[in-house]
């Protein structure tokens, strides 16, 4: 079972650094062999999903791409908002719905993150739900039984992002199994200050992690992946 290593880049980056970042991505077969045992998801701002993509293919990078957010609504009348519908040509398998930065400064609901979901879901996009402490028992109240294995569960505790205080790994061990006796989820992310340095502890617990800023400089992504391949070795 491969271990998920998702990068969110929020609002960072222009065109000709997403550019020399996926350009200079390691492509050569020993780190394809060395990273075989992740997958790799990569998720930019809109506007550059689509050179981010044709990169992909050219060079062959082993990078999935996801989108930040996604429409509730389909396509129409909805100024400003990117529906899957228009996401259908491109080739985008993940959605981060629900992270605690577009909770707090774009008042998302939980009723509109599941409206999201289930958006996702209808156009075959795996939904990324992100759950935070101290509210993560009630924040997927509104997703059915049926719909929540269908996700990936990102446990991101608010303290933790960009703060270099990540999650104590033994503590995520017990909140997992809080998790697990609430929702009935197959995979289990954590997010929060990971770096390369405490990766292989979180990876030992969970399915993988999303990563924000030890995602944005190259060199430390890929050093941090590289972290991470060697300790699935020890699992
Ligand atoms: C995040 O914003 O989801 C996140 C995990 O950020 P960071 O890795 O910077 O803590």
Redesign the pocket.
Known sequence: MKKYIIA?W?SNKNLSEVAFWLNNFPNEPESLQVLHGLEIILAPPYPFLVSAQEIIEERHLPIKLAVQDLSAFGKGAYTGEVSAFNLQDLDIQYAILG?S?RRRFLKESDQLIADKIAEALSWHIKPIL?LDKPNFASQARFLSRQILPKLFLAY?PVT????GQAEDAHNLSLIKKELYSIYQVKTLIY????NAANVGSFLQVCDGV?????SLELSDFVNLLFTASESLIQL
Do not use: R, T
């Open positions: 969110n929020k992270h930065e992100c991101e933790a992002i960009g703060s997010g929060g200050s990971v999303l990563l924000g800023g030890a």
